[in-house]
């Protein structure tokens, strides 16, 4: 069966400083992955997806960015966190052209 | 462009009753998904029950269910005995067919289960 993981579960960062959240998925290949972001009492906002390695397609400008270095791991990156980046963090992946199931989430305060 | 809207920011029902979540949505597609997520407290996103817009029988999971209409572009879902687990958030999502695979999400209902 499949498995998804994020880490870290929780992250407080002061404002500046970088992030690096990571999403590993198991027992499929070739997965479409996806990142968002989800305010407190919000519905998710679609920040990245990625079809394949090294192909990634950005929905929101902002100060994040995101990287498939390999099949199955996606990245969400930050050089300089700003405080409105705080939020909850799902990555998701999916069987084309399919059903999204989610990770556990990373909850991110920026201070 | 499609749209998901829930009418319903809250609802709360005593426990083992039976309880309709509505949604409705907006596109000129013919082809595509819906979906029911449940996010309880720990804000894991889990998924409830899907449906496909080219299937006119309507899904069911155990004691989930949604009413499918079409034409009306209306996808309620109906929990039956209603549980003490079943307190969550509950997000009702669109996807296009042959898109780049994104779903539209509805803002969420609040589903308050009393004992």
């Known amino acids: 069966s499949q498995t998804i993981h994020q880490w870290p579960a929780t992250l407080v960062q002061p404002v500046g400083s970088p992030l690096s959240l990571e999403c590993t998925v198991e027992?499929?290949?070739?997965?479409?992955l996806y990142w968002y972001r989800q305010a407190a009492g919000r519905g998710l906002q679609l920040l990245f997806y990625?079809?394949?390695?090294?192909?990634i397609s950005s929905e929101v400008p902002q100060n994040l960015s995101a990287s498939r270095p390999q099949d199955r791991q996606f990245i969400l990156s930050s050089k300089k966190l700003l405080l409105s980046d705080s939020g909850f963090y799902l990555c998701?992946?999916?069987?084309?052209?399919?059903?999204?199931?989610f990770g556990p989430g990373t909850r991110l305060t920026v201070l | 462009a499609q749209t998901v809207t829930q009418s319903q920011p809250e609802m709360s029902v005593q426990e083992a009753e039976t309880v309709t979540l509505s949604c409705t949505y907006d596109?000129?597609?013919?082809?595509?998904?819906l979906f029911w997520y449940k996010q309880p407290p720990s804000r894991q996103m889990i998924l409830v029950i899907r449906?496909?817009?080219?299937k006119q029988q309507n899904a069911t999971e155990n004691r989930f269910s949604v009413n499918f209409q079409k034409a009306a572009k209306s996808f309620s879902l109906k929990i039956s005995d209603s549980q003490l687990g079943d307190t969550a958030m509950y997000f009702c999502?669109?996807?296009?067919?042959?898109?780049?695979?994104?779903?539209?999400w509805g803002a969420g209902t609040k589903l308050i289960i009393k004992p």
């Open positions: 998701a992946w999916a069987r084309v052209p399919d059903t999204q199931y």
């Open positions: 027992g499929t290949s070739n997965p479409n």
């Open positions: 990625s079809v394949g390695i090294g192909q």
């Open positions: 596109t000129s597609e013919n082809n595509y998904y």
């Open positions: 449906q496909e817009a080219y």
């Open positions: 999502a669109f996807m296009k067919r042959d898109s780049n695979y994104q779903l539209i």
